[in-house]
């Protein structure tokens, strides 16, 4: 009798770990993964986020080189805009593995302790890190963009590649690039909300999320900086176009796509969880 109950014990064990084994990673459990990887960040050292800032910056130019490699190399076809935007996926791929500081990421993360915990010293440390983090990034961006510009790295194929995707990406009107840069805060808070459940299928969920943003031309602000930069340093572009015809409003749609339409709605609703369960108990 004790021997079967032991053998039933032992069943039911291997049962409850399997079901906890392939039950999903609930919302509060992802929401507190975030939370804590925000509270990391907003204690880094100024010198850390400042160099990792600049690391993504100058990874983040990938996207652009792999877009526009993909562009040259293919043939002039209709499906070719489909397979190109792959290219697109690769700084994204380097960046977030690579735990670097780029700062689309950075308007989730570091605003759900904010967001749990109103205060201003925390408010204070998330402006902090955000200046410091787009900042790094833009002078990453412009140093890579210096580089692809000035020196023979780029073939003629894919230096004209690159220079057609800037001016598509800078040459929207304001408000179109500010209204795209919307869902491109949404897909990338997706993607930050989905990482901590997605185990080995991180680099399948990042190169699909980050394709989508390139086949839907939606825009990023720091991708879409080097795009600037590029054509900024040669003097393809004036600055007062660069940064209130693409800069202003595309940093506008990623925070507003990323923090206010995301973030903040996910935020409400776990917290209401958190709160009613903390009543309940």
Known sequence: ???????????????????????????RLIFEAIRREGNEELNRTLGALWWSGIAAGLLIAFSVWGEALLRSS???????????NFGYSLGFLLVILGRMQLFTENTITTVVPLVMRPAFSCLWKVARLWGVVLAANI?????????MAFTPVLSDEVRLAVTELSHHATGMPAIEGMVRGIPAGVLIAALVWMMPAAGSSRLMLIIVFTWLIAL????????????????LVQGELQAMRAIFGFFLPVLVGNIVGGTVVFTLLT??????DIEENGAKS
């Open 1 to 27: 009798m004790d021997g079967k109950s032991d053998a039933e014990l032992v069943e039911k064990s291997h049962e409850n770990r399997t079901v906890r084994r392939l039950t999903s990673v609930s919302g």
């Open 74 to 84: 293919l043939p002039d076809t209709e499906w070719r805009y489909i397979l190109e």
């Open 139 to 147: 002078v990453g961006a412009f140093a890579v963009a210096s580089f």
């Open 216 to 231: 839907g031309d939606f825009t990023h602000i720091i991708a879409g900086s080097v795009e600037m930069a590029f054509l």
């Open 267 to 272: 935020s409400a609703q776990i917290k209401y």
